[in-house]
């Protein structure tokens, strides 16, 4: 059993910066993608970002260049560095890992 827990979400003016972390316990591997995803009303959830110990990391057109995953394998945690925030980030981000979803965190982008 795997338990996914976001925190860092808040109200952030456009321009911008919040860390999203996540901390999962419970049986882990290195090897397995921890991953970002977000949500916004009245939308679909969406990839955001993929960070592997083998692949790198990856990350989708809407965030490349302003967004950055992170991973500390000791604290089986997974960071998202967002910066230059738009109001079209404004979503519930999501920690994913294997099949295992947290409860999300609220970013909210607005002046």
């Known amino acids: 059993q795997v338990q996914l827990v976001e925190s860092g979400g808040g109200l952030v003016q456009p321009g911008g910066s919040l860390r999203l972390s996540c901390t999962a316990t419970?049986?882990?591997?290195?090897?397995?993608?921890m991953e970002w995803y977000r949500q916004a009303p009245g939308k679909q959830r969406e990839w955001v970002a993929t960070r592997t110990n083998v692949q790198g990391t990856n990350y989708a057109d809407a965030v490349k260049g302003r967004f950055t995953i992170s991973r500390d394998n000791a604290k089986n945690t997974v960071y998202l560095q967002m910066n230059s925030l738009k109001p079209e980030d404004t979503a519930v981000y999501y920690c994913k890992y294997q099949l295992y979803w947290g409860r999300g965190t609220q970013v909210t982008v607005s002046s």
């Open positions: 419970g049986s882990i591997s290195i090897l397995s993608a």
